[in-house]
């Protein structure tokens, strides 16, 4: 992707996988209170969680989070049917991508995670 902003840094890094713990609200909320002490950085407000409790298509039934990081944030979507994660750091701070994604496999202890940073 051109690089049409060089003055503004910016990181991002999508985390995808299959989850074997069970996933919840509380779940969510200590994923985010975990990555972001991994990361050294700081959410400036609680995370919001979401979940559709029956709306839209059955196999896309789950969760979207946010959670607001002083540097940007992270957003987390959950298909609770399929047990798939797909996860998405974008900061405006330099991170370590390999601490995120260690953290992120072991936290939801997935057996084979993918990611890729753009």
Not at 10 to 39: A, M
Not at 51 to 72: H, M
Request: aromatic share 16%; with cysteine.
């Amino acid at each position: 992707m051109k690089n049409i902003a060089p003055n503004v840094f910016r990181q991002r890094l999508l985390i995808e996988g299959f989850y074997t713990i069970n996933v919840n609200k509380d779940t969510i909320k200590k994923y985010f209170h975990g990555i972001v002490r991994e990361l050294k950085t700081k959410m400036y407000g609680d995370p919001i969680i979401f979940s559709p409790a029956g709306e839209g298509k059955e196999e896309n039934q789950g969760y979207d989070a946010f959670a607001p990081l002083i540097d940007s944030g992270i957003s987390l979507y959950i298909w609770a049917n399929s047990k798939f994660f797909s996860i998405i750091l974008y900061t405006c701070k330099e991170f370590d991508g390999k601490t995120a994604v260690n953290f992120t496999k072991k936290f939801f202890k997935a057996k084979e995670v993918v990611y890729e940073g753009f």
